[in-house]
C-alpha cells in the first residue's frame, strides 16, 4: 500500500558542471522516504540537446525487484499553444 508518491531527480556531476542534458534518472520513494521505484529516461544524446524539454522520449519505471511496472512514452509534438491538436502527450 502506498498512499503517495515523492519523485527525485538523481543529479549527474556533468550536467551540473558542463551543462550538457544527459539522461534524466529518478527515484520514486514512499512517504517515509523509502525507494519503492527507480525510472530512467531513455533517449540519446542529439535529442536531449537538440529539443530540450520538448524532447520525445521514453520512461521505464522499474520496482525494487528490477520488474518493469510502467512504461510512458511522449512522441515528438509541437510545443506551441498555437496548434492545440498536437500539444505533448504522454
Known sequence: ???QILI????ELLEIV???ETSNKY?????LGQRVYFAAE???CLTRN???PARPF??????NLG???ITLQRPLRCASCCCPCCLQEV
Open 1 to 3: 500500500q502506498i498512499d
Open 8 to 11: 527525485h531527480q538523481q543529479l
Open 18 to 20: 558542463t551543462g550538457f
Open 27 to 31: 527515484e520514486l520513494k514512499n512517504s
Open 42 to 44: 531513455e533517449t540519446d
Open 50 to 52: 537538440c529539443c530540450g
Open 58 to 63: 521514453t520512461i521505464r519505471i522499474i520496482d
Open 67 to 69: 520488474r518493469e511496472v
